[in-house]
């Protein structure tokens, strides 16, 4: 099992949503869209304390602190980090199966990373090893030194090769100290440097030990391993500072003085026990880092690096960091703020609670709410109005808010009802502690359960002759959103006859906040000065419904009823460790990854061996709901994760993309292997998520197998115009959270049909009883179905024209009229072209015949054509030729016609004849001349007219 949810978290720094209620009814978050601020409220535990006769009366406030609003483009303040880091020599001992040094150089180095990435340029960052003091050592198994390799530097680059050594140099003592000194004079000089105290300063300490070394009056105290002190690196009684006991008491002292004074200075820290619990003073961590407004955590080898790495991520969010502040002046010296306090006392007695709250963008604010107690001492009874109480910080816009709370009272008495004394702590389940819960899917399981473990000591009872009894009681515990009971079991630990009718249930109010019931039938009674019950403890067991993040376990109330004093009630003591839990997603054993969701919706991809993030979602993209993950679940064969959030709304991330097929122009969707005339497109419909996914296409068809393309998931591609027949589409991404990198394959038919169909001539033109040829030009040319449907379409009645048996691409004119040339084609285009035909009749009829003259003159033996001599009207006329030709004295002049079918005259000897021509076209059409035939030679005997005797006809 520990393989299995091995490296799986352990507190989740990053943000934080105020959660809807439980699974039943998931009420709105409480941080809305307005812009942030901090709202808080104080109460005393109790309205009234008992001062013992001989003693001061304790009690103590109780301060909420509940951020609201949204960061939704703000810009966060540079940032100094300091990484406070113990190098002594119970470093380099295993944890968890691993040496504490090199997690911790690992952990390191993936924080330095996350910066490396999302550092601004007015950023700061140190390191600062520690042992018995500040580091200034060599690897260990070198026995001369050459250089120093660990010790304090600044700047990634530099933190970096430095710590490369960092698992090779473990030894000597812990002092807390110095080093935080160190960040304290740092960050003065930072200030000053800058000109500016507008910087957010924060401090990563991690030890896995007690303080045991103090640079006092300029001497080295160290506590050995026999608990004993010594003084300078030798055996000393240590007598000046009473011993081993008394050096404990100065670095405790000094520890908290130190804390005291990074909170003064608006430092941030947040501490890491890392080791075995118990191996370390956890508390006093904790104390520590309350002061400045941080807290602590505990931490093994399989939790750390993304402890860093969550923590880290905070400080890159706007934040807003103030305090509360409670003036103790007016008291005069009659209350104080108890030893140990999560605060500070400045020197006009007023006590300074810090906080320090990041908001990430688009999501809400981290940690969800704050729950701490400023713990009081009162040397005197009376009633204590504390009337200066103040909220101070500076909102993101860098202006100054402070808001006044209304007086709180506390009465010291006497004598009054008992009281209840208690400790809650959160105890993890056998795989995970509280603030790192998992749960597996969908299902509750083991993992994602806890338990809260109640011990309440009855006391306050000063007045020893007192008798009465304490009835009624029950234990009213709110529930963060998010919480729920998991079963209706009480765990008894101590008080077993007491508590042995006692009930669990959970409750639901009537503004619809769960809260936990805890109901003790059995009455308490008390005489003399004792209870007759000394302690109960007991434990509820709880579980995180959905991914929640530092999240503040509430404080109860405890109600009961006293016989001498009536009705009372009292709160329990508040609670430093935070609920956290992420949902994880394994894949099958072939897979070496994992997804994790966490409270903002941000889903991680993980490489099961490295631990290494591999993608994550971007909150700041929209792509996915900023909201809490309730379950993750893996569908469609391994294609996509459903998320399910908090609300029971659902998102999906694909792992593997896919696409649709359209056709351009209808917008029509193609399914797999469907035909189509095209153009053709396609696009993404199923977006892989990641920084850097590369999405690439490929195409096979006839013309062959492209390259691997990338393309813009965004925007449609479409395939190339020259494309048809069957073409593949392959589509695979690559980086993110791409599943694996092959593709996914669709396919298409490009019917590539006819686009456009061209005719020339256009229009056609052809005589009766000719014919002409046509040609036909089809767009595209490569289009896959050619296949016409050619006819003509002929007036009602009228054959005008036709096609020419056996090619249909020719005319035959039949008729004088029009007609059409109806083009269809047959490859589902529906194209239809008409092209015009007009059939022309050529034939035109002859009117007149005349010849030129009316009286020719020729020679003997001469031979005259005769077409030369006539005239045609029109001249234009179809038939021209002549039908006969007659003489009327052939013995004179004779008519002959040629072997070519001409019309000739012949003179054959001196006289005249009158020579007749008859159309062939019309035999009424015909026209006579004279012919005279002489021996003069003036017109060479051509047919001349001679005017000498002309007109003596």
């Known amino acids: 099992m520990r393989t299995i949810f091995k490296k799986i978290h352990l507190l989740f720094f990053v943000v934080v949503i105020s959660f809807c209620a439980s699974n039943i009814n998931p009420t709105p978050t409480n941080a809305s869209t307005t812009s942030p601020s901090v709202d808080f409220s104080v109460r005393p535990s109790a309205n009234e304390y008992i001062k013992p006769t001989d003693g001061n009366a304790e009690g103590r406030l109780d301060i909420s ?9 703000e810009q966060r303040k540079p940032i100094d980090v300091f990484f406070v880091h ?29 910066f490396s990435q999302n550092a601004q340029s007015k950023d700061g960052f140190y390191f600062i090893p520690f042992d018995s003091k500040i580091s200034n050592k060599c690897q260990s198994n070198y026995w001369y030194c050459t250089s120093k390799t660990i010790k304090e530097t600044t700047g990634l680059n530099n933190i970096k090769n430095m710590i490369s050594d960092l698992d090779k140099v473990s030894g000597g003592g812990t002092n807390y100290i110095q080093p935080l000194e160190s960040v304290v004079s740092t960050s003065i000089m930072k200030n000053a440097e ?197 909220i101070n910080y500076k909102d993101l816009n860098g202006k100054v808010v402070q808001n006044i709370h209304s007086p709180v009272t506390i009465t010291i008495k006497d004598d009054t009802a008992p009281t209840f004394t208690s400790s809650v702590d959160l105890i993890g389940n056998a795989l995970y502690s509280p603030d790192s819960l998992v749960k597996i899917g969908t299902s509750d399981s083991e993992s994602n359960q806890f338990s809260a473990k109640y011990t309440i000591t009855p006391s306050g009872l000063v007045n020893s002759f007192a008798n009465g009894s304490l009835t009624g009681l029950k234990i009213i515990q709110p529930l963060p959103d998010g919480i729920t009971l998991a079963n209706s079991q009480l765990t008894i630990t101590s008080g077993q006859d007491f508590m042995s009718n006692a009930s669990v249930k959970e409750i639901i109010t009537e503004d619809n906040k769960h809260k936990i019931q ?30 929640l993040s530092y999240t503040s376990y509430p404080i109860a109330t405890i109600q009961y009823n006293d016989s001498r004093f009536g009705s009372q009630s009292v709160t329990t003591s508040t609670l430093s460790k ?22 903002v919706g941000k889903i991680q991809k993980i490489n099961k061996n490295s631990e290494e993030v591999v993608a994550e979602t971007d909150l700041t993209a929209n792509s996915l709901p900023n909201k809490p993950v309730m379950g993750l679940e893996l569908q469609n064969n391994g294609k996509k994760i459903e998320i399910t959030y908090y609300d029971n709304s659902k998102a999906y991330l694909y792992l593997k993309t896919n696409f649709e097929m359209k056709e351009n122009g209808t917008g029509k969707i193609l399914i797999n292997g469907s035909s189509t005339a095209g153009p053709v497109q396609f696009y993404v419909t199923d977006f892989v998520l990641g920084k850097d996914v590369k999405y690439e296409y490929q195409l096979e068809s006839k013309k062959g197998t492209t390259d691997w393309l990338v393309f813009d998931p965004k925007q449609p591609v479409q395939i190339p115009g020259n494309y048809s027949g069957e073409v593949k589409i392959n589509v695979r991404t690559l980086g993110g ?37 046509f040609t036909i030009k089809i767009e595209p040319e490569d289009a896959l179905n050619k296949q016409l449907q050619i006819s003509i379409e002929n007036p009602e009645g009228l054959t005008v024209a ?14 004088e009229g029009s007609a059409k040339l109806v083009i269809k084609s047959l490859d589902g ?125």
């Open 194 to 390: 800058t000109g500016s105290g507008d910087r957010k300063k924060y401090v990563i300490f991690l030890t896995d030990g007690e303080p045991t070394s103090l640079i006092y009056n300029s001497n080295l105290y160290e506590i050995s391993t026999a608990d004993t002190c010594i003084k300078n690196g030798n055996s000393n009684r240590c007598t000046e500072i009473n011993g081993v006991n008394g050096l404990k008491k100065l670095i405790k002292s000094a520890v908290l003085d130190t804390s005291d004074n990074i909170g003064k200075n608006d430092i941030t820290m947040y501490s890491i026990a890392f080791a075995k619990e118990g191996d370390v003073n956890y508390q006093l961590l904790d104390t520590m880092s309350g002061k400045t407004g941080g807290f602590a955590t505990q931490s093994n080898s399989n939790s750390l690096t993304e402890l860093f790495t969550n923590i880290s991520s905070q400080f890159d969010s706007p934040s807003i960091d103030g305090d509360v502040t409670i003036d103790l002046k007016p008291f005069k010296g009659t209350v104080k703020v108890k030893d140990g306090a999560n605060a500070y006392v400045d020197e006009n007695n007023v006590a300074h609670v810090k906080f320090n709250f990041s908001y990430p963008i688009n999501a809400n604010p981290s940690p969800n709410e704050i729950n701490t107690s400023l713990p009081l001492e009162f040397t005197k009874t009376g009633v204590y109005s504390f009337e200066t109480i103040k």
């Open 829 to 953: 285009s529906n194209i239809r072209v008409e092209i015009p035909i007009n059939v022309i009749n050529p034939y035109v009829a002859l009117k007149e015949l005349h010849f030129t003259k009316a009286k020719y003159t020729i020679t003997p033996g001469s031979m005259i054509s005769i077409y030369p001599k006539l005239i045609f009207n029109p001249e234009n006329a179809t038939n021209k030729k002549i039908k006969n030709i007659f003489s009327t004295d052939e013995d004179i002049v004779e008519v002959v016609q040629g072997a070519d079918g001409a019309w000739y005259v012949k003179a054959n000897k001196i006289g005249y004849s009158t020579i007749t021509v008859i159309s062939d076209d019309n035999p009424a059409i015909k026209d006579t001349a004279v012919f005279e035939v002489h021996d003069s030679t003036d017109d060479n005997g051509t047919g001349n007219d001679n005017q000498s005797i002309d007109g003596k006809w």
């Open 578 to 599: 935070k609920i956290g839990m992420k949902v994880r997603l394994d894949t099958d054993n072939t897979d070496k990854y994992y997804y994790v969701g966490d409270a």
């Open 737 to 773: 959270f791409s599943s694996d990198s092959n593709a996914v394959t669709k396919s298409v038919v490009i019917t590539k049909n006819i686009q456009s169909i061209t005719v020339t001539p256009n229009p056609i033109e052809v005589d009766v009883l000719k014919s002409v040829d």
């Open 802 to 815: 036709e096609l020419v048996d056996g090619d249909n691409n020719r005319i035959l004119g039949v008729h």
């Open 518 to 547: 805890i109901d003790i039938p059995k009455p308490i009674s008390y005489s003399k000065g004792n209870f007759n019950v000394k302690e109960f403890s007991f434990s509820i067991k709880l579980k995180a419904m959905w991914a």
């Open 86 to 114: 113990d190098t002594s020599g119970s470093m380099k001992e295993t944890l968890e199966g691993e040496r504490k040094d090199t997690s911790a150089k690992n952990a390191l180095n993936k924080a330095i990373d996350f």
């Open 65 to 73: 602190l509940l951020p609201k609003g949204k960061a939704t483009n």
